[in-house]
């Protein structure tokens, strides 16, 4: 069974930073794109950064030059270090694996963590 484990979430205050983790299980990890999604209370989910089996990175405009995602692939593991945090930063944060085969899309989340920007 797939599993993704977020860990590292918490309460912040503003001008913070803090630093995500996302452990994979059970899949191919190296081959899959990994992303960091987001969702605020009464906002639909967003993206906030994705990286791809070649380290690509792609950003959001909101948190381009205060996040930064990177990937461990000898621990299949993802990471999001944020920084300069906003009150507006605040929201459920979730992690991602994508891999698009012909015919198929394998997609998985994780059960996310919570980041509090507050003082």
């Known amino acids: 069974q797939v599993r993704l484990v977020e860990s590292g979430g918490g309460l912040v205050q503003p001008g913070g930073s803090l630093r995500l983790s996302c452990a994979a299980s059970?899949?191919?990890?190296?081959?899959?794109?990994m992303g960091w999604y987001r969702q605020a209370p009464g906002n639909q989910r967003e993206l906030v950064a994705t990286?791809?089996?070649?380290?690509?990175?792609n950003y959001t405009d909101p948190v381009k030059g205060r996040f930064t995602i990177s990937r461990d692939n000898s621990k299949n593991t993802v990471y999001l270090q944020m920084n300069s945090l906003k009150p507006e930063d605040t929201a459920v944060y979730y992690c991602?694996?994508?891999?698009?085969?012909?015919?198929?899309?394998?997609?998985?989340w994780g059960q996310g963590t919570q980041v509090t920007v507050s003082s």
């Open positions: 991602n694996a994508k891999r698009v085969v012909p015919g198929r899309m394998y997609n998985y």
């Open positions: 059970q899949i191919t990890f190296v081959a899959y794109t």
């Open positions: 990286i791809n089996s070649g380290s690509s990175t």
